[in-house]
């Protein structure tokens, strides 16, 4: 029993820890990629936890950041790409500011 509530309580750390990366990285991009790395190195320590909803939705944010991110790079030649890079912004808030308040209640993402 005592193992399930370290691995609980381990999981919950991660997932916080991850958001809060992200959070941060909507003023500066590194830290949205140093916890898309960890978001899928960890995500075997949140198997079988309410976490592990929050995992799954770190490591798409991760890859859709990462898409859109050079997407939108790409099109500012257009001036599209400004758009896209807000859109982004707003997204990662929502994505990131939801997943907080539902791992901070211990509730799953889903």
Do not use: C
């Amino acid at each position: 029993m005592a193992r399930a509530i370290d691995r609980t309580g381990a999981a919950r750390s991660w997932t916080l820890l991850i958001y809060g990366l992200y959070l941060t990285a909507l003023f500066t991009a590194l830290p949205l990629v140093v916890g898309g790395i960890v978001a899928l190195l960890k995500r075997d320590v949140t198997e079988g936890t309410v976490y592990e909803s929050h995992l799954d939705n770190q490591v798409s944010v991760f890859w859709a950041s990462l898409v859109f991110g050079i997407l939108g790079w790409i099109l500012s030649i257009l001036g599209i790409g400004w758009l896209i890079w807000g859109l982004l912004w707003l997204w990662v808030l929502w994505r990131s500011g939801r997943g907080l308040w539902l791992a901070l209640d211990g509730r799953p993402w889903r």
